[in-house]
């Protein structure tokens, strides 16, 4: 692929993974790959922000060379240290030895410590410093904790471009740079299942960026950010989303996820769903042993009750659970219902232990858990019908 002129004299460089199937080691599943965005902005100063990941600094320097030598490089901005951005630094610092590099305090200390490095000419900046690259101005605006305490954004003043790195991304692998160029409902899903599963906890530091971004006054044109496609087209979409999704906004939907030993939980899943839907509330039902957790924590997103069953085993629920609602305890989501049941033998159990995983997660329990024994006759089917009944009543209250 070519560079691509995002901008006069600003081009994208970076690499598409078409490949990568797991981020974050196997917690986040990334179906449709994804790209590391890298900028190259060729002024009186050529200026670098952020490369790649490791295995493609060649391929990020053959794409360099197609519009300058990278010797020229005098400027690497590394917004934010994970080697997924950071990774080809010491390649690039050896085809351009004098560059200088500005980046946050914390993302110095970052640096030195995954590639020694100690010797790289840094210039630690903070929010409002600015870098002349002579036709244009680099502002820098830290961004503790989006996702990690080095992150920092760059704004292109000349251009109303803004470089969020992480920030506004989706994993997603594309022949097109743009938002105009991909099917808009994929781009949201996967802006929304990024959000979802990278994001999700930092909400409170989202939504306060986004307010202090806005009370800056900066017209913003342009989010180039540094996974998937460039937003040019229509930038406050994506804005208007993680206003949304950082302030726990939620729609009138429900996900009943549960696993079975012998099918009596499942059962009982079928008529909660039933129930739930019959009350006018948009469900999906998910078994987990059939079903990816990141792509549940995307569904979250947007969806005001969670329903979790299992039945019991060893008088604890079903081993498929445990990686699922660890993952929520940490992801915290905002403002979300829930509720649990199952189908149990000789013992309960299940049903307490996922109680407490949800209120570890913050998520605050609509109504009493739905227990039944060994397996559910017609009068209990007609009861988990009206459980799910009654909690799609709960949901459509706390809307009214
Ligand atoms: Fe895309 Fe926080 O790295």
């Known amino acids: ?62 794409r360099i060379k197609k519009v300058v030598d990278p010797a020229r490089i005098e400027n690497i901005v590394v917004n934010h240290i994970e080697t997924d951005h950071s990774g080809a630094l010491p390649e690039v610092m050896k085809a351009a030895p004098g560059a200088r590099i500005y980046c946050t305090a914390k993302a110095r200390e ?105 009370g800056l006054n900066i017209p913003i044109e342009m989010i180039a950010p540094s996974h998937g496609v460039i937003w040019r087209t229509d930038p406050g979409q994506i804005i208007e989303a993680y206003r949304r999704w950082s302030g726990g906004e939620w729609k ?53 009750l969670l329903v979790v069953g299992s039945s019991t085993i060893h008088r604890q629920f079903i081993s498929t659970l445990s990686p699922f609602l660890d993952g929520l305890i940490g992801l915290k989501p905002l403002n979300r219902l829930g509720a649990a049941f199952g189908a149990y033998g000789w013992s309960r159990g299940a049903v307490k232990g996922i109680e407490e995983r949800l209120a570890a997660a913050g998520i605050q329990l609509a109504q009493e858990s739905l227990e039944i024994l060994w397996v559910p006759d017609g009068k209990e089917r007609e009861r988990c019908f009206q459980w799910g009944l009654a909690l799609a009543g709960l949901v459509k209250e706390a809307k009214a």
Do not use: C
């Open 110 to 214: 970052g640096l030195i410590k995954h590639y020694g490095g100690a010797e790289w000419d840094y210039r630690v900046v903070k929010t409002g410093q600015e870098l002349s690259t002579g036709r244009r101005t680099l502002s820098f605006i830290e961004a503790p904790m989006l996702h990690w305490p080095d992150s920092m954004f760059t704004y292109i003043r000349e251009e109303a471009l803004l470089l969020p790195n992480d920030a506004f991304g989706q994993h997603l692998a594309t022949s097109g740079r743009f938002d105009d160029q991909v099917d808009n409902f994929i781009l949201m899903e996967e802006a929304a299942k990024y959000y979802a599963n990278i994001l999700y906890p930092l909400s409170g530091l989202v939504a306060k960026k986004l307010k202090e971004v806005e």
């Open 252 to 304: 009138e939907k429900a996900l009943v996820v549960y696993d079975t030993m012998w099918g009596s939980t499942e059962t009982m899943a079928r008529y909660i769903t039933e129930g739930l839907s019959a009350g006018g509330v948009e469900t999906r039902l998910y078994k987990l042993s059939a079903s990816d957790h990141s792509d549940i924590y995307k569904e979250l997103l947007e969806t005001r």
């Open 1 to 62: 692929m070519k560079p691509v002129e995002i901008k006069k004299d600003i081009y994208w460089v970076g690499v598409v993974d078409w490949d990568l199937r797991y981020f974050h080691g196997p917690s986040y599943t990334t179906h449709r790959g994804t790209t590391y965005n890298s900028y190259l902005i060729l002024d009186d100063q050529v200026t670098l922000v952020d490369t790649v990941y490791a295995p493609f600094a060649g391929e990020l320097l053959e």
